[in-house]
C-alpha cells in the first residue's frame, strides 16, 4: 500500500514538473517571438524611412506575421504597403488591419479599393 501511494505521488511530481517545464517553454518562445516581431518592425520602420517601400513591406510582414494582434505594427504593414504600390500587400495588410481593430469608414473604404 504504502509503495503504490509514493508512486502516485512520484508520478504527480513528475507531472507538475512536466507541466511547469512546458510553461517556461511557452513563455520564453512567446517572448522570442515578440522580440522578433519588435525588431522587425523596427527595421521595416528604417527601410521606410529610408525609402526602400520593397523590403520595408517584407520586413512589415514578419513583423505581423510574428506579433499579430500589435495594432501599430499593423499600421506600419498598411503604411509600407501603400508605400510600395503592390495591390496584394495592400490588400493583405488591410485585411490584416480590420482584424485588428473596428471597421470604420475610412477602413472599408480602403478596403474597397
Not at 28 to 51: I, M, N, P, T
Not at 78 to 87: F, N
Request: no cysteine; glycine share 4%; charged share 30%.
Amino acid at each position: 500500500m504504502q509503495r503504490d501511494k509514493r508512486e502516485r505521488h512520484r508520478l504527480k511530481r513528475a507531472a507538475k514538473k512536466a507541466r511547469l517545464v512546458r510553461h517556461v517553454a511557452q513563455a520564453e518562445e512567446s517572448q522570442a517571438r515578440h522580440d522578433r516581431g519588435l525588431d522587425a518592425a523596427f527595421q521595416a520602420d528604417a527601410k521606410l524611412r529610408a525609402g526602400d517601400a520593397e523590403g520595408a513591406v517584407v520586413l512589415a510582414a514578419r513583423a505581423a506575421a510574428a506579433w499579430p494582434s500589435d495594432v501599430p505594427i499593423g499600421q506600419l504593414y498598411v503604411a509600407a504597403a501603400e508605400a510600395s504600390h503592390d495591390l496584394e500587400q495592400r490588400v493583405r495588410s488591410y485585411a490584416h488591419l480590420s482584424r485588428l481593430m473596428p471597421a470604420d469608414a475610412t477602413l472599408l473604404i480602403a478596403l474597397a479599393h
